[in-house]
Nanobody, 127 residues
């Protein structure tokens, strides 16, 4: 079992920045790939970014490339999402998730591959 707690969301003006954090507790965090997804009202949950266990492989959704950066600190059992140049269309509830697989280089972008989810943190971007 693993618990994930996201934080760092809030209200920001378009063009601003936020850093989201996801603190994990439970089993061996450092061996699992992690990801961020987001869900806007009335829409599907979409992939944002993923990072493998060693931070040697990272993937981003096209919509956030060049603006968002995912990172992790295995000693702190925390994964981060640094967001710059935020746009109104980035507004959503952001969720972090733990991949089912351990010690894999390949990262997942499909939510079905993720076993545990946090409760989400709201990001609101005003225009």
């Amino acid at each position: 079992q693993v618990q994930l707690v996201e934080s760092g969301g809030g209200l920001v003006q378009a063009g601003g920045s936020l850093r989201l954090s996801c603190a994990a507790s439970g089993r061996d965090f450092s061996s699992y790939n992690m990801a961020w997804f987001r869900q806007a009202p009335g829409k599907e949950r979409d992939f944002v970014a993923s990072i493998n266990w060693s931070a040697g492989n990272i993937a981003y959704a096209d919509s956030v490339k060049g603006r968002f950066t995912i990172s992790r600190d295995n000693a702190k059992k925390t994964v981060y999402l640094q967001m710059h140049s935020l746009k109104p269309e980035d507004a959503a509830v952001y969720y972090c998730a733990v991949d089912r697989n351990r010690y894999t280089f390949q990262v997942s972008v499909d939510s079905k591959n993720f076993e545990y989810w946090g409760q989400g943190t709201q990001v609101t971007v005003s225009s």
